[in-house]
């Protein structure tokens, strides 16, 4: 007995343990899941929305949405932001969202009033399962006050298509679905929507909200009074007609590549899709050329894209090359680029291409020392009321920069830096990338990238050039100088030896020539000088040098003639010609003395002269014909 109580103890002790177990964890997932919901958006319930003015532009592919609200303060304490929520049905088509509030007594260039722009966050929000963004005012809400703010969103992929194929010859016709209410986590004391389209052609629009009404391309819902905090009405229904260019930038590459010899190259990569109706039937480019009014209404034929004014260099290719049928416009403020793809876009239909450009560095490149700072648009104006689904933007920076650090205006996705390589790198070129999806025209923003970078690389590339062709020089050099071959070539080694002794000839000749020049300066130095000493002396060391000459030409005829008979008889003719100039120095010789010693008339001796000049010339030439000959 005493042991069927103790193994009951032991069973209940062990039950207590479990028991205390489950307590304690249920007590931990609690304090877990109230960690959770405290780190949830807090909706001020003191704030209420006096009045709301929503537009809803319909005009594009695009869904435009400005809604002005009059926020205020019932409560006893300032507030220093409110909330405002996104429809679950359209959150995941919310491409960007801003807010502003008007500044007192301030007016922009245009003369309308003036705006401060306001910091919008994201928070998360499981009570209202959609998104809900915190916007921060300028400045706390007294208790009582109350401020107006505008809040500007844009959807993407949020209008049908309907009915979604059509036929080249048919209108497009489009429908949005929506609320008739301004979704809110406040109370609404009185709102209206205007909702306006892109043609006065309105199929049909819901009318079970009253009031409503419709003028031209314009439906108007409400006023509608006292709604209450997170009311949904999802049955707003246009139908409406719509040609608007339903262009949609399915993937876009930006690269931008830093030169510091001042220049920055920008190249863009598109992926275009017309996103409306699909072309039901076949395409009938008659029809299309014969009424383009009536004909492909819906298609898009061409659109403008806006380069920076300093842009140069412009091309715009694809994959079959260069695209003729576009035009350029420079004016004061950018470059208008007008495209026409090379076939007309209709629903369903895609192209590809890619358009690039030069800029000047010094409008987008910064530097203070060593730092640098790169500051240029995340995207570029495409096209009116433009879409990206997928963008990738490619930053090339010189080799040698360091510490970058990125700064965008809105959130993107950035990649781990890594390195390029181009003609002269070494090392490599700091390779950034970034991405980003659901952009649009707002988001046409700069951003700002630092970096570091000592002037000094900026001779790597010269250097390198320079060291390069000292390289392929000396390779040249060593090719031409030295001989690889493993055997020996009788043939070449005979045309060597031969040129070899060619090469000595022309030196012999060269040599005559000039003794021969000397040798009529000692004639000439005779005749006015009378000293017949001197001109013994001069006249023997010349004879001496010329009869050396003589001596080794025929010496080189007989080797060259085993070599290169040509080349021989030529060496042959050459002895010959100079022992006749030796024969007309003599003569020479001997005429100038004479006249020195008055054996002959100084018109005589000018007679004789003036013969062996001629002849002399003569043979000058012939022996220079037969020199250049070898």
């Known amino acids: 007995a005493p042991s069927h109580r103790s193994a009951a103890v032991d069973r209940i002790r062990c039950n207590l343990r479990m028991a205390r177990f489950y307590v304690e964890s249920f007590v931990i ?36 949405v400005t809604t002005k609200l009059t926020v205020e303060n019932s409560g006893t304490k300032a507030v220093d932001h409110f909330h405002f929520a996104v429809d679950s049905t359209h959150a995941s088509h919310l491409a960007y969202i801003g807010a502003s509030v008007a500044v007192e007594g301030g007016q922009d260039e245009s003369g309308e009033e003036d705006t401060s722009s306001l910091v919008v966050t ?102 509608y009074d006292d709604v209450e905090a997170n009311t949904k009405d999802d049955k707003m229904v246009v139908h409406y007609e719509s040609n608007a260019p339903f262009l949609t930038i399915m993937r876009m590459e930006r690269a931008i590549e830093v030169s510091h010899w001042g220049n920055i190259a920008v190249e863009e990569t598109y992926h275009m899709r017309h996103t409306g109706a699909s072309l039901k039937g076949p395409f009938s480019r008659y029809d299309y050329q014969r009424s383009p009014t009536a004909s492909g209404t819906s298609s898009i034929r061409n659109f403008k894209s806006l380069l920076p004014a300093s842009a140069t260099d412009v091309y715009y290719r694809d994959e079959i090359g260069n695209i003729s049928t576009s035009h350029m416009f420079p004016t004061d403020d950018s470059v208008e680029l007008e495209i026409t793809p090379r076939f007309p876009l209709f629903g369903g239909w895609q192209t590809e291409y890619y358009m690039g450009y030069n800029v000047p ?15 240029m648009r995340i995207v570029d104006h495409v096209y009116d009321d ?36 181009t003609y002269l790198d070494t090392v490599g070129r700091p390779f950034f990338t970034v991405r980003g999806k659901h952009l649009v025209e ?89 000293d017949t000493k001197k001109f013994q002396a001069t006249r ?15 010496a080189i005829e007989k080797e060259l003639h085993q070599l290169d008979a040509d080349a021989a008889d030529k060496v042959h003719r050459l002895e010959g010609k100079l022992r006749e100039y030796m024969n007309t120095l003599k003569e020479a010789t001997t005429y100038a003395e004479q006249l020195v010693n008055e054996k002959i008339k100084k018109d005589v001796y000018i007679e004789r002269e003036k013969t062996l000049k001629q002849k002399q010339d003569s043979l000058v030439s012939e022996i220079k014909a037969l020199q250049r000959g070898l």
């Open 122 to 223: 994201k928070e998360g929000s499981k009570a209202l399962n959609e998104g809900l963004y915190r916007v921060k005012l300028t400045s706390s809400l007294s208790a009582a006050a109350s401020v107006q703010v505008s809040v500007d969103t844009v959807f993407i992929n949020l209008l049908e298509p309907y009915p979604s194929q059509i036929a080249q010859s048919e209108k497009q016709l489009v429908r949005y679905r929506g609320s008739h209410y301004v979704y809110s986590p406040y109370k609404v004391t009185k709102q209206s929507t205007t909702v306006k389209l892109a043609s006065s052609n309105v199929i049909q629009y819901s009318k079970q909200l009253q009031p409503v009404s419709q003028n031209e391309g314009t439906v108007m819902y409400g006023p």
């Open 540 to 554: 023997k060391q010349l004879d001496g040098r010329l009869k050396q000459i003589a001596g080794d030409l025929p």
């Open 29 to 64: 997932l609690a304090l877990i899941a109230t960690c959770c919901v405290s780190g949830d958006a807090t909706v001020n319930g003191d704030l209420v929305l006096t009045k709301i003015d929503r537009t809803i532009d319909l005009t594009s592919h695009l869904v435009k």
């Open 361 to 375: 560095s010094y409008e987008y490149l910064y530097n203070s020392g060593s730092h640098y700072k790169l500051k």
């Open 442 to 530: 707002q988001h046409i923003q700069d951003f700002e990238l630092d970096y570091d970078f000592q002037g000094i690389f900026l001779l790597q590339e010269p250097l390198l050039v320079v060291f390069a062709f000292y390289l392929l020089f000396t390779l040249v050099i060593i090719a031409t100088r030295l001989d690889f071959s493993i055997s020996t070539d009788a043939t070449t080694d005979a045309r060597l030896k031969a040129a070899s002794h060619v090469e000595h000839v022309e030196t012999l000749v060269e040599q005559a020539i000039t003794a021969y020049g000397e040798y009529d300066e000692m004639i000439d130095s005779l005749k006015t000088s009378k």
């Open 386 to 421: 433009q879409s990206i689904e997928d963008f990738k933007l490619i930053i090339i920076l010189p080799e040698g920069a360091t510490n970058v650090k990125f700064s965008a205006p809105f959130h993107v996705e950035e990649s781990e830096q890594s390195l390029h390589f």
